[in-house]
């Protein structure tokens, strides 16, 4: 009976095991988005970008556009189409984005995300663990009056400040952009007598500022002077050369 028992204990161990095992694999998509960013030029009457089936399943894709966290519930003035649609093996279709012509301030961009989500077909099989993946890239909408400017120099004109905040003087870095583009980095670190600290990489609104996380926390030093490196992600998804300035 007992050795019954623990026979009974193994096998239920073995088969957590190899849920968990299942669980901490990389969920991988089948369905592909052919860029890492939409830049909607307000010049045009459309944006599009492509999805890709690279696997042997089909799929039903949906799509749709939210405000991020801070607009969650705001509707986007924009319509898509086809907001779903299946997509065969091997066979690629293409997301169009359409701006209703209001809604959005005309000096500066905005900024959603569009969500491409794959749908799998239901499995024939039993216990068979489906994982629906979902991609979400940013949309920038860039209005008529901005064509004649260059968003390439926006992340050069970023102004830097370190503040010290509550009781304990905790250091956070506030990024400031006049401009009329967004800058997204991909890292920042300060440099404190010859090391490096991590500050968390943010996207910086157009005309707004960001207040980014140093970690860890700078000790406190009245007039201290620090050099910043950072980098940023351009219209093609691509990561500019090192950018440095100096903070106080």
């Known amino acids: 009976m007992r050795q ?23 969920a991988k998509a089948g369905v592909l988005v052919g860029g890492t960013r939409v830049v909607y030029d307000g010049t045009k009457r459309e944006a599009s970008i492509s999805v890709k089936n690279t696997s042997q399943t089909p799929y039903v894709v949906q799509v749709w556009l939210d405000g991020g966290s801070e607009n969650a519930r705001a509707k986007p003035p924009f319509a898509l189409t086809p907001p779903i ?3 065969d093996p091997n066979k690629e279709n293409n997301i169009r984005i359409m701006y209703s012509g209001q ?9 959603y995300w569009l ?20 991609t979400r890239i940013k949309l920038f909408y860039r209005p008529p009056a901005l064509a004649k400017e260059s968003a390439a120099r926006a ?9 010290r905040e509550g009781g304990q003087h905790k250091p956070v870095l506030i990024a400031e952009n006049p401009t009329p583009f967004s800058v997204n980095l991909s890292e920042a670190k300060l440099v404190d007598a010859g090391k490096e600290i991590p500050v968390k990489a943010e996207m910086i609104p157009a005309k707004s500022s960001q207040r980014l996380e140093i970690q860890p926390p700078l000790p406190f030093r009245a007039g201290q002077r620090y050099t910043l490196s950072y980098r940023y992600i351009n219209d093609y998804g691509g990561v500019s050369d090192p950018e440095q300035a100096e903070v106080e």
């Open 103 to 111: 809604g959005l301030p005309e000096d500066r961009e905005s900024v």
């Open 155 to 163: 992340g050069r004109a970023l102004q830097w400040k370190i503040v």
């Open 4 to 26: 019954s028992l623990l026979n009974l204990k193994n096998a239920r161990l073995a088969v957590l095991a190899a849920a968990l095992s299942v669980m901490a694999l990389p």
């Open 85 to 87: 649609f299946r997509l």
């Open 115 to 134: 969500n491409v989500q794959e749908i799998p077909p239901k499995s024939e099989q039993e216990n068979v663990l489906q994982i629906a993946v979902r």
